[in-house]
């Protein structure tokens, strides 16, 4: 049994030593290297060249080695076999960590403070308590539901929007009846009494008409495509306390078109953003985002996949697997993700 490592724009190495030393007895190999494609069974993949796996005949199980699906499914040759995408407490903790930080950074001003810092001014801002802050998280999903339990805890008022608007975590992607042991922590904790969630097109002006801050962690699919754009912003609450509305999309770039969110953020539509994710990867450097003084541009870090947690994850789901226990966090190909 071979697993080819398939990705693009990593480093392969720590992949490969971290899987040897939890497949031992199996060939892992880079599809860089030479090897037997008939032999092919499992492939742990992110952005893999097109035409990859089709030509892989044995081929059982595709795990992408991150959340999001959208890069893989728009490969028009993807052999039909199942994908396992990742959900992990690793991946997941480091993006609720994120979203905390840019919500409290945009909370607590610090625009604002960085600017009055650069002057030598001993400002003097209102501090709104979180418990007045309404923060909307754009799907509710693994990452989602994590996020905005964090929120919760801190006090902001949070709600979230979905495609079914369910309180609970989906079971239809989960194929298994035991979830697996590294998952424990990963399964996303209930909305709870506190979290009230909006769910399809209906739900979506009374949940944009209650935001101050908005979260997209959305996936990008042919539903969720330019969804964010001016007609959208213009829906955010305009009665917040912060003076204007937030967005923070850590989700894609394809959800969002740029050159709206720069309007808004000029016609005060918008307050100021956190962009982690753009229509185009790598941002240019011409784009007006890097430098205007109310946004915050990150690199598409928000939640790094790690070698280390998610090579053990796919491992275990490998055996998980072969032991007949199915596989969980099956992509759903129709809805896209
Ligand atoms: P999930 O599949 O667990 O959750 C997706 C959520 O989006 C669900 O709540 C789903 O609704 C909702 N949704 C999907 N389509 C629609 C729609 N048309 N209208 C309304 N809601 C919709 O995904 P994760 O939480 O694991 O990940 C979310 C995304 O985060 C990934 O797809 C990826 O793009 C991005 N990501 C970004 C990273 C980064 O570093 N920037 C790192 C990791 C992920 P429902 O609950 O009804 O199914
Ligand atoms: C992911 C990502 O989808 O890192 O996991 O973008």
């Known amino acids: 049994m071979t697993l080819l490592l398939a990705a693009t724009g990593w480093n392969a190495d720590p992949w490969l030593e971290r899987f040897r030393r939890l497949l031992p007895g199996r060939t892992v190999v880079d599809f860089r290297a030479p090897y037997d494609p008939a032999a092919v069974r499992y492939v742990a993949c992110w952005k893999p060249p097109r035409d990859l796996l089709a030509a892989l005949p044995n081929l059982a199980v595709i795990f992408n080695l991150g959340a999001g699906v959208d890069a893989l499914l728009a490969d028009p040759t993807l052999p039909d076999r199942p994908i396992v995408r990742i959900v992990n407490p690793d991946l997941t903790s480091r993006m609720r960590d994120y979203v905390v930080l840019h919500v409290l950074y945009h909370h607590r001003r610090m625009h604002r403070l960085a600017d009055a810092q650069r002057r030598h001014d001993w400002v003097d801002l209102d501090q709104p308590a979180p418990e007045a802050v309404r923060v909307g998280i754009l799907g509710f999903g693994a990452l989602g539901r994590a996020a905005g339990r964090a929120l919760a805890d801190l006090g902001f008022q949070v709600a979230a929007w979905s495609r079914s ?10 194929g298994a009846t035991e979830p697996l042991s590294s998952r424990s922590g990963a399964t996303e904790p209930a909305a709870g009494a506190d979290i009230a969630v909006f769910g399809g097109a209906a739900g979506l002006a009374p949940f944009l ?9 959305l996936p990008l699919t042919a539903e969720t495509r330019g969804l964010i754009d001016r007609a959208f912003l213009r829906g955010l609450a305009k009665d917040g306390p912060l003076g204007g509305a937030v967005l923070i999309n ?12 720069l309007a808004a953020l000029d016609d005060g539509t918008l307050l100021s953003a956190t962009l982690d994710v753009f229509e185009k990867e790598p941002l240019d450097a011409a784009s007006p985002l890097w430098d205007h003084p109310r946004v915050v541009v990150t690199p598409h870090n928000a939640a790094d996949s790690d070698p280390e947690a998610l090579a053990a994850h796919v491992a275990e789901h490998i ?19």
């Open 165 to 174: 608007g369910a309180t609970e975590p989906s079971t239809t992607r989960s």
């Open 209 to 217: 008409a209650r935001t101050d801050i908005l979260v997209v962690l």
């Open 250 to 261: 850590a989700g894609r770039g394809g959800l969002q078109v740029e050159a709206d969110i």
């Open 319 to 337: 055996g998980r697997y072969e032991a007949g226990l199915g596989l969980v966090d099956v992509v759903d190909r129709g809805r896209g993700y």
